[in-house]
Each structure stands twice: as C-alpha cells, then as structure tokens.
C-alpha cells in the first residue's frame, strides 16, 4: 500500500473509530471492497446492489394505491401529490399513506398565515410575560425563579396551541410537490 492509501485507511478508522487491520486489508482492490470491509467492521449490512430511490418510490406508489385506489401505472415519480391527495382528504390519508407504504413522511406544515398566527400569539404571551416581571419591579435575583416557573406555562400553552393547530396542517413540505420528491435521491 502506498501513503496515500494508508493516510485513507487512517482517517477511515478515525472517523468511524474502528480498526481495519492489514490482514482484514489483504484482498481490498478498489473503492467498493473497502466499502464492504468498513460496513461489516460497522456491522451494517451492504446494499444487494437494489437503488434506494427506486425501492422507497416502489412502496410509495404501493401505499398511494392502497389509500386512494389509484392504479399503479397512474403513479410515476412526477406524480403531482395535489392531484392523488386532495386537500379536503390529505390530512387523513397522509397518515395512512406512511403506514401502509412503511414510509416515515415529513410532516405536512401549517398554511403560512396560520403559522405566522402561531408565531405572534408565542411572542405576544413571551412579551406579556417580560412585561409584568418589568412593571412588578423585582429584584432580578428574586425575578429569575419567577421567570423560570411562568415559562412552564407559557411552554404548554404553545405546545397545545401547536397541537390544537395540528388538524389544519394541510400544505406538503417545502420542495415536495411530487411522488418522486419523497424518494430519496
């Protein structure tokens, strides 16, 4: 082995803090063999030489038609999901899509102005909160642990404003307008 290939073998047991030693070495030959050797030393399994996109895109597509009946030649990459998943259902059915298709979704996001809401009514109720402690003309060191167990609330009404929110999350993740978008690249 040259240097190079040694300073390579180096920062490989560096970065994924493993030994390759030269025996386990012996018949590496190109990238790919090296590849095996540093994914069994991880204990993960190597690929069947399947396309990841095209395995997720091929469970997408069977959970899109099991959800919305579509037919399977009806569900190519460039699929827009407006036209299989309508507003008025996309809530319901994007659930049940990653269930059946055994895919985790991105979440489905708020309408923008919606979202803006959520964000002013947080700041509003931070800003009161700051207020009151202001007008109340306390001592810092006795408004610390005021500030600490007011924030509490304050957490839990934004946890539930975002939760009562929730339902009304219709708009797909930013950059996913079609099937193929959710496929991994």
Known sequence: ???????????????????????????????????EVVMAKLGRPVGDGVCMTSRVFYRLRRGLQEVTGLRRRDITPATPLAEALPAWARRRRWGTWSESAGVALPQLQLPRPLAIAVGLATLLICLGLAWSLYQADIAWYVAWPLVVVWWLPVVLVVAAVQKLASPLAVLFPTGVRTVGDLAPA
């Open 1 to 35: 082995m040259g240097l190079n290939a040694i300073e390579i073998i180096m920062a490989l047991e560096d970065e994924f803090r493993i030994d390759l030693p030269d025996k386990e070495l012996a018949d590496v030959r190109t990238v790919g063999d090296l590849y």
